[in-house]
């Protein structure tokens, strides 16, 4: 009873399973932060690239007149 009693106190697998789970914790957190950073520039770059398409496409087809120059003085 005694030998197992200690064997319970020096077993150290729980230790290094508690460390793996704070590893995998940290790059999650670490992922998540880096793809919501990345996903807000993606998201203004393709807000961009659309509302060019769309006035080049309004223009192409005759929709809205094209957009008038300022006249040189």
């Known amino acids: 009873m005694l030998k197992s009693l200690k064997n319970l106190i020096n ?7 508690i460390e793996y789970g704070l ?11 880096a793809l919501q950073t ?3 520039s993606l ?7 659309s509302t060019n398409l769309q006035d080049a496409a ?4 005759g ?3 094209p957009a008038e120059e300022e006249p040189s003085t």
Request: glycine residues 6%.
């Open 11 to 17: 077993d150290e697998s729980g230790a290094t399973a």
């Open 23 to 33: 590893i995998a914790a940290l790059v999650s957190v670490a992922a998540i932060v």
């Open 38 to 40: 990345m996903g807000t």
């Open 43 to 49: 998201n203004s770059i393709f807000t961009v690239v």
């Open 58 to 61: 309004d223009a192409a087809s």
């Open 63 to 65: 929709t809205t007149p």
